[in-house]
């Protein structure tokens, strides 16, 4: 992991799940004040997942934590490389389209409950998951986000 956290695009990326989260959800993504780096590092290494994907196409994961590195069973250069639909079965895809039109349309959800899969073909199910826009400093859609604690491996 290399302490990724520590490069710019990783600490920017992570004020703007944590500002989005705040403006849609209306909590914090962790309690306290804390500089933009040190915010980067605690939640890297902290005790929940955390993911985010950009606005292309066939949107490209462009964050995960050190939890969801260790779930989908990838190193960030290949997580930040994976279209965030690769994350669900087939058979799941068009029921993970409908929370992420749900999501877009409402600002964020905080129930959402889904079978994802890891690199290796592992499945688990998320369960209390939040997944909200992602919107830059100046109001700009720039992806989505999801966060959870939750999951069993089936």
């Excluded at 260790?70 to 279209?83: G, H, I, S, V």
Aim: glycine residues 6%; neutral net charge; proline residues 5%.
């Amino acid at each position: 992991m290399n302490d990724i956290w520590q490069d710019e695009s990783v600490i920017a990326q992570t004020q703007i799940i944590a500002r989005s989260l705040k403006h849609f959800a209306g909590r914090e993504l962790l309690a306290g004040n804390f500089a933009p780096a040190e915010l980067a590092e605690k939640v890297f290494h902290a005790p929940f997942v955390v993911v985010s994907h950009g606005t292309e196409a066939d949107p490209i994961l462009n964050y995960g934590n050190a939890a969801a590195l260790a779930l989908w069973e990838m190193p960030w250069a290949e997580l930040t490389r994976t279209p965030s639909r690769l994350t669900a079965e087939a058979p799941n895809r068009a029921e993970r389209a409908r929370l992420l039109a749900a999501v877009t349309a409402r600002g964020f959800i905080d129930d959402y409950s889904g079978v994802r899969i890891s690199k290796s073909g592992r499945r688990f199910c998320v369960a209390q998951a939040t997944v909200w826009n992602l919107v830059s400093s100046n109001g700009k859609p720039c992806g989505q986000a999801a966060m959870f604690s939750h999951w069993e491996f089936l």
